[in-house]
């Protein structure tokens, strides 16, 4: 499995942050109704259970709004991934439909709330890590334009940052030619339920995208 590390700087301020992380090989495709039916059913629980005014209060993504406060971004205009997700779901808005393998990180992101990304191997060159992103650092975002990544926790290899809990770059991103993918799951409260979502990831994945020869760690 690809090296991937946390910094020691972003461990400091944060040593609760873990990563749990998956690689795997696939099949990009359109989502089967299947796996639509899940994130509708996801989405239904979600709208009779939480409202919006609560969402922040939620512990890991209340943990992850913390941990941006100590980094020195404010978590209410960067929202961490899975806020942003949920917020749209409790408005009434939906989640998009991209890719089975989209979808899949947008299924566990709604049911686990932990921010989770997922890029293309291919386009990654070892070594990986998870550091703070320096100041006037940035990316083009997928969808978006130029986003500042300056303070966020950022994923960075060997050609530059690619990933961050708030919002990914375009050149890691998941298209229908995607082979092999790296699924990052962010917790900024410890390793509580990390491995067990990344045992329902693994299944995801198996289930809905054809993966094969997966391969999970946890990186404290």
Known sequence: MIDIIISKELKELCPDLVLGCI?????????????????????????REIHVEELEALPRI??????????????????????????????????????????????????STFPIGSYNLNNLKSPIILRIGQKEEQYKGIGKELINISSLPVLTDALGSFGSPTSDSERAMITNDVREILMCLFSFNGEKDVREYLKYSEELIEKYAKGIEIKSKIVL
């Open 23 to 47: 690689q795997a090989k696939v099949s990009v495709e359109s989502s089967p109704k299947e796996l639509w039916e899940e994130i509708n059913s996801c989405c239904d629980v979600l709208q």
């Open 62 to 111: 209340k943990a992850g709004r913390e941990a941006y406060k100590k980094l020195g971004k404010a978590p209410s205009r960067y929202r961490l991934s899975s806020e942003a997700l949920i917020r749209r779901v409790l408005q009434g808005k939906g989640v998009y439909k991209i890719n089975n393998v989209v979808d899949i990180n947008n299924l566990i992101s709604l049911k």
